[in-house]
């Protein structure tokens, strides 16, 4: 797995100011326990984060509506070509892979994924 530099920067800072330093502390422990690799944010970026911006930017498109912080997840999941977590309705209005459908998660309308139905349900 792997996360932004850009992402896990804006992750600790929220977390941070909703928990103070332990909770801080915490986030880059789970981080580091689950092993996922912090991927920098540099200049071979640009392209991928320019046209992310160019078709999905909030002041751009109605549906996706990305933020800054979404164009670097946006960037960094088109440079690696690997399917994205996320849950809301802004990245599902992208060009970019589900991870929870590929899953088999189901999606409500409001993007929050949902256990797959098996036979016991």
């Known amino acids: 797995m792997f996360i932004g530099a850009a992402t896990r920067a804006e992750t600790w800072l929220s977390i941070y100011n909703q928990k103070g330093t332990n909770g801080a502390r915490l986030i880059d422990d789970l ?60 990245f599902e209005n992208t060009d970019l892979k589900n991870a929870m459908k590929a899953l088999g998660y189901q999606m409500s309308e409001k993007g929050v994924p ?8």
């Open 31 to 90: 981080i580091d326990a689950l092993k996922i690799k912090t991927v920098p944010f540099g200049e071979d970026s640009l392209p991928r984060f320019r046209q992310g911006g160019a078709d999905y930017h909030h002041k751009h498109d109605d549906k996706a509506r990305l933020n800054l912080g979404d164009l670097y997840t946006y960037s960094l999941a088109k440079h690696l070509d690997l399917p994205l977590f996320f849950q809301g309705t802004d």
């Open 114 to 121: 949902m256990l797959p139905k098996t036979p016991e349900r």
